[in-house]
């Protein structure tokens, strides 16, 4: 879609600026600092706020003026505006210091205190003194669960919350009530918030009445952390997080902006799992079991090498790669016990799943959406699995496609797509189709023009009747049927009348035949001339990755064991007990007298090792993951090299060397792994290519971690010695472990952090990107593994 | 027997007052900036003394690896020898001296040439850029005023017609020489304090850009060595100008000579201080200037009037 | 000639003048009260820590030399659960007086802190909080602050009306 650009005046420049955007965003996309509350690039505008007035003028002439408020300002050609006029200042100073008058005197004890919109807009709107006199309206507060505190004085009544949670994630049970200078944001009765998105109210709120608590328990104002982008390991959407460090812990996941992907928000799962990570569980030394005690003991590092000798040299080995573990890991674990003897850990029903799943991407003719594109889409198809709980985001994204409709019906009546409240007010309940057929009902079931719930074989059986419909083939069994096929009827005459229809569908439910199905119909969809995509969501966040490469399934291993030449079996964060069944896994340890785990958190494999390496998490590691997309991105180690953790691949890496079974595979940095993997498997060159590598710098500086004002250097470790340490280097990243470093805006892989000038609050993410709610600056993160088909 | 005392004493006495001018310096320099200056050890901070040299007798010998070692270490016995040996002919009073030589003066004047060579050396086995430097420096420096500080004593040398110090002491029985070698006495007070290199003409050892000149390098007591060396020069040149110019140990009967000779001696180098106190250090440039083309013309004329007013004295 | 005979002659008249120095310990030197010396963390006027560690102070510190961690207590009070002052690195500039909201923080007259080995230079919470107010009387944080944490409910500090009666219609 070709957009005719318009020529607009602003502050006495001309731009060309796209008509489709309001004025506030245009001037945001620009550079401008315009102060605003209510607006959210996401959540468009409603001109609740006042606080983005700027001057219009009706022509040259016109010197006068009238102020407007911008984010209700559509951009229209010859439009002339000033955002820096006097009249324009005192307006803003009158509007904010009324904002201000019921805020109480807590940003000391504020969590949101140095990250917080309001304190930035204050300062940019230059209200600096309180002339108010009278009391404060006060507030009581409620119990909102264990993720969110809820200090509700703070609340400038800017309707972000509830507009994000309700309009936006759909959730139910928070809202607005009382009216005028009693309006309140909370729930009905106390209680924990239901949304699987709550946690997005922290950074959507522009102030302090939603704040974290899991930050709270070891709370860290935001310039005290150390931060490193990574990727949400909890599900296969490939979210992309910021992971907050300080005094060796982490302390918060924020989201990191990835404009195809999680755009500006995260699921709860995504940004509060990461509590494990710090946990008293956690494996710090090596183990090894004591024979005669039967028990794990920490052991020094000579002992270790004896140890891995013994178990190593001269055996026949046996790897066990995991899908939640990186694509290097992986790969070191299947270059050292050799790619005929490594297992993927996963159960052969899995197994299987997953390689038809690979032919469906790879073979198909469609190609598999971003959540942006789901985003877009104008029809969805949820065929045989629950999105909100396999890929919370994926189903946020299907909530925003079921607007499309109303978005399309409102440009018709004349309504811009950013009037958020005028859009909403003209669509009632219209709603883009979405069709779920799942099992069980869904937290999407209120967007559905059409539910069926039913088992799996039925669920596959309408796939295929849908696709014979849309393909004009008389369907092999539906005629027993005959509900069955007034549903797939209806399903198929819309997904036709789509523009680009989105099937969703994935390996919940272990059915091979909802998959198939899913991949005629997407396929009878393209024969007919439409534009489908598929997306198929994999259970793990690096499944897809793990399936990429060579290897057998665990049920594969078991043969192989029992038939009884295995002696040494490595497990690679991986617990056998949650995959396959407690008889068949206790007899394999029983079978192999070497056990070798490497995982960082004790569960009931783990306890059965001989030899227990503990290797780092997310925040310990430096790694590649491939998303259900097909999306491959690198999350980076926060946390320096600590002891004993380090990255799997690096354990595996120094057995390799200690025990001098193979002279070829060395591996000293992570490039050399990369670069071997992406040898090793040509179909993971893009990885190599496009994302980079440590030797990357940026105006030839790396990447600082910490941000400039990072404060307690050198004291924070001097109560263990007053002579401070050097900093910890990073050989594996472009990024840094101090402040030093290039602190602008860097290609969006590399952002530790958001900050700009004046916008110390997650606001200062539009200045990491083209426009607001645009791709980041320099194209998203990550790289696409399988080429984009239309 | 009676030598062996003398001896003893000359090479005693000067190394005491310069050990002890190392705290008169102090305490002096902390009266003209309004500070009392150590006054912690001992009775008046007399102590100080003492704990400096225990201090630096405790200090690590330090050789740097990059030096050359024998010359290294040689360089400061050069200058302490040098000066010492130049006390040999000073008459203390007119029995109290080693060594009445006829040709005294010169004798101090090869010395005190001999004492390049301990700064030269010393800052060429260094081994480094700021030594180096440093006496570079400090040879052309001494070398300059070596010129006029033997041709200011021309004049004395005339009006007293001998070579030998004790003797141009007894011929000022009748006036001290320094009324009529006034210009001499200058000339001779200046290039005195070059040739020790004290403030203001340290530039051989300006800390400002050499750090410290030809003794960068040198630590713990061979430092010691040069730090005394500078004192001893300080009082050599002190006693030379009494014994030149302030007729010696002359002086009203009721003392003793000695006391005559040290206290006059004693106001020299207190001068000394104050001019340190007091002035800043020139250019390098305008230091040589002011040696060649003021100081001698001023001498030569010097000597050019003295002679032609002795030839007049004694025609007549 | 004549200025360089006229430094030395001044110099020399130096001789004769007061004496600058001062006679350190024996005599002890004023030391006005806002002095900036020894750093301390002071209390409320009811006993308890003023410390909210808002890490305002560690974010001034152009040495960056002041560490903590906020903690909260059983009323959800924010209090330092450590509060470390490097003082091998302090340079005494005062900001973190500045900076601090609660009048926790305060630099007083007293600079006797020479110590024979530098990490006992580095001070924790215990060797920093005095038991009374300090240099400012009578302010207690949480008595205007909007929070209830045990100091006072919400809509009962000085400047507040009642909490609003969701329930109620009329307003």
């Known amino acids: ?790 | 027997m009676k030598y062996v005392f003398i001896i003893a004493g000359v090479l005693l006495i000067p190394l005491t007052i310069a050990a002890g001018l190392i705290w008169v310096e102090r305490r002096l320099l902390a009266l003209f900036q309004d500070r009392y200056g150590p006054n912690r050890v001992g009775p008046f901070g007399l102590i100080q003394v003492l704990a400096d040299v225990v201090k630096i007798f405790f200090k690590e010998d330090w050789i740097p690896p990059f030096a050359d070692k024998a010359v290294f270490v040689m360089a400061p016995g050069i200058l302490i020898a040098t000066i010492l040996l130049t006390f040999a002919v000073i008459p203390f009073t007119d029995n109290f001296l080693v060594l009445d030589s006829n040709i005294g003066i010169l004798f101090f004047l090869g010395n005190s040439s001999l004492g390049v060579y301990s700064i030269v050396l010393g800052g060429w086995a260094s081994n480094s850029k700021y030594s180096l430097l440093g006496s570079i420096r400090a040879s052309a420096q001494m070398l300059t005023y070596e010129v006029f500080m033997g041709l200011s004593l021309v004049g004395v040398v005339m009006m007293a017609d001998s070579f030998s110090l004790r003797e141009i002491v007894e011929a000022q029985q009748g006036g001290w020489f320094f009324i009529p070698q006034f210009v001499a006495f200058l000339v001779f007070f200046i290039a005195g304090i070059a040739e020790t290199h004290r403030t203001p003409f340290d530039i051989p050892e300006a800390e400002g850009e050499l750090v410290a000149g030809y003794h960068s390098e040198y630590s713990g007591m061979k430092f010691g060595m040069f730090f005394v060396g500078e004192y001893l020069g300080v009082t050599l040149i002190s006693s030379l100008i009494v014994t030149l110019f302030f007729g010696g140990w002359l002086g009203p009967a009721f003392l003793p000579p000695a006391f005559w000779f040290f206290l006059k001696t004693g106001f020299f180098i207190c001068l000394f201080i104050l001019i340190r106190a007091s002035l800043p250090r020139p250019r390098y440039d305008q230091l040589m200037e002011l040696g060649w083309k003021v100081l001698l013309p001023i001498v030569l004329l010097n000597i050019l009037i003295t002679g032609a007013i002795l030839i007049y004295n004694s025609s007549l | 000639m004549i200025s360089i005979l006229r430094s030395i002659w001044f110099t020399f008249l130096h001789a004769f003048h007061k004496r600058e120095t001062q006679g350190y310990p024996e005599k002890k030197p004023y030391l006005p009260p806002r002095y900036r010396g020894r750093i301390i963390l002071s209390r409320d006027p009811d006993g308890k820590e003023r410390c909210v560690a808002c890490n305002l102070c560690a974010a001034a510190c152009p040495v960056d030399c002041i560490a903590l961690q906020a903690a909260n207590d059983y009323n959800e009070r924010r209090y330092p659960l450590f509060f470390r002052i490097n003082f091998s690195r302090c340079i005494f500039c005062g900001f973190c007086e500045e900076a601090c909201p609660t009048y926790a923080i305060q630099l007083i007259p007293d600079f006797e802190m020479g110590e024979y080995d530098r990490q006992n230079m580095v001070y924790e919470k215990e060797n920093l909080l005095i038991s009374g107010e300090g240099k400012y009387h009578g302010y207690n944080f949480y008595k205007v602050a909007g929070v209830d944490m045990g100091v006072k409910g919400i809509g009962k500090g000085e400047n507040e009306e009642p909490p609003v009666d969701l329930k109620d219609l009329i307003h």
């Open chain 1, 1 to 790: 879609m070709e957009v005719i650009m318009v020529k607009i005046q602003i502050d006495g420049t001309f731009y060309e600026v796209n008509p489709d955007k309001n004025l506030l965003h245009t001037c945001l996309a620009l550079g401008f600092d315009i102060p605003y509350f209510c607006f959210h690039p996401a959540l468009g505008s409603v001109g609740a706020c006042r606080m983005c007035a700027v001057k219009k003028f009706a022509n040259a002439d016109d010197k006068k003026g009238r102020i407007v408020m911008s984010c209700m300002e559509p951009v229209t050609d010859g439009l002339i505006i000033s955002t820096s006029d006097p009249d324009i200042k005192v307006f803003r100073a009158a509007v904010i210091e009324s904002l201000m008058t019921n805020h109480p005197h807590d940003c000391p004890i504020c969590d949101e205190g140095g990250e917080c919109h309001l304190q930035d807009m204050t300062v940019m709107s230059g209200h600096n003194y309180r002339r108010f006199v009278f009391k404060k309206r006060t507030y009581s507060n409620q119990y909102l669960g264990p993720f969110i505190h809820h200090e509700m004085n703070r609340c400038i009544q800017c309707y972000r919350c509830v507009r994000f949670y309700r309009d936006y994630a759909g959730g139910r049970d928070l809202a607005v009530s009382g009216s005028a200078n009693h309006v309140y944001f909370g729930r009905q009765t106390e209680g924990a918030l239901e949304s699987e998105f709550s946690g997005n109210l922290i950074e959507v709120c522009p102030t302090g009445v939603f704040t974290d608590k899991t930050l709270k328990e070891h709370y860290t104002r935001k310039w005290d952390m150390t931060y490193a982008p990574s990727i949400c390991i909890q599900c296969s959407a490939g979210c992309n997080i910021t992971v907050g460090e300080r005094y060796g812990s982490v302390r918060r996941i924020l989201s990191r902006y990835n404009g195809a992907v999680n755009g500006y928000f995260l699921c709860d799962r995504g940004r509060f799992g990461y509590l494990s990570t710090n946990s008293p569980e956690r494996i710090k030394g090596i183990m090894v079991r004591d024979p005669q005690e039967n028990i794990q003991k920490e052991i020094s590092r000579d002992g270790y090498l004896s140890v891995i000798n013994s178990a190593i040299i001269g055996k026949k080995i046996a790897g066990i790669g995991s899908p939640v573990a990186s694509l290097e890991a992986n790969f070191a674990l299947e270059a050292m016990v050799g790619r005929e003897n490594f297992y993927h850990g996963i159960d052969g029903e899995k197994f299987d799943l997953e390689r038809t799943a690979i032919q469906i991407l790879k073979n198909s003719s469609v190609h598999s959406p971003s959540l942006k594109e789901i985003e877009r889409s104008d029809a969805v198809l949820i065929l045989g699995e629950d999105p909100a709980i396999s890929a919370p985001m994926i189903a946020l994204a299907v909530r925003q496609a079921s607007r499309n409709r109303s978005i399309r019906m409102a440009a018709k009546s004349g309504i811009p797509s950013w009037n958020d409240a005028a859009v909403r007010e003209l669509a009632q309940k219209i709603k883009s189709p979405v069709f779920i057929a799942t099992p069980l009902t869904t937290s999407l079931d209120d967007l559905a023009e059409l539910r069926y719930n039913s088992p799996t074989s039925d669920i596959a059986r309408l796939g295929s009747v849908i696709s014979s419909i849309i393909d004009k083939i008389e369907p092999l069994s539906a005629g027993s049927d005959k509900s069955l096929n007034d549903i797939a009827q209806r399903i198929a005459g819309v997904l036709m009348d789509a523009e680009n229809p989105v099937i969703i569908t994935g390996l919940q439910h272990n059915d091979k035949k909802v998959l198939q199905a899913a991949a005629n119909i997407t396929a009878a969809l393209h024969h007919n001339g439409k534009k489908p995509s598929i997306s198929i969501i994999f259970p793990e966040c690096n499944s897809l990755g793990l399936a990429l490469m060579e290897g057998g399934s665990l049920d594969n291993l078991f043969e192989v064991i029992l038939q009884g030449d295995v002696e040494t079996l490595i497990i690679l964060e991986n617990d056998l007990y949650k995959r396959a069944d407690k008889k068949k896994v206790d007899s394999i340890f029983k079978k192999c007298k070497n056990v070798i785990v490497l995982d960082s958190l004790l569960n009931e494999t783990s306890k059965q090792a001989d030899i227990l390496l503990p290797s780092g998490t997310f925040a310990e590691s430096t790694g590649t993951i491939v998303s259900s997309e097909g999306r491959g991105q690198r999350y980076y180690r926060v946390l320096p090299v600590n002891g004993h953790i380090k990255d799997s691949w690096k354990h595996i890496s120094e057995m390799i060397e200690i025990t001098g079974i193979s002279k070829d595979l060395h591996w000293e940095h992570f490039d050399d792994i990369v670069a071997s993997f992406t040898d090793s498997y040509p179909f993971f060159s893009k990885i190599r290519e496009i994302i980079p590598g440590s030797e990357f710098r940026f105006f030839n500086e790396k990447i600082a971690r910490q941000t400039i004002r990072f404060s307690g250097r050198t004291a924070m470790n001097a109560n263990d010695s007053v002579s401070e340490p050097k900093p910890p280097g990073d050989d594996d990243s472009p990024l840094s472990f101090s402040m030093e470093g290039y602190k602008g805006v860097p290609p969006s892989d590399l952002v530790s952090y958001y900050w700009s000038p004046g916008w110390n609050s997650v606001q200062a993410t539009n200045k990491y990107m083209d426009e607001p709610y645009g791709s980041a600056k320099g194209g998203n993160p990550g790289v696409l593994l399988f080429d984009h088909k239309t």
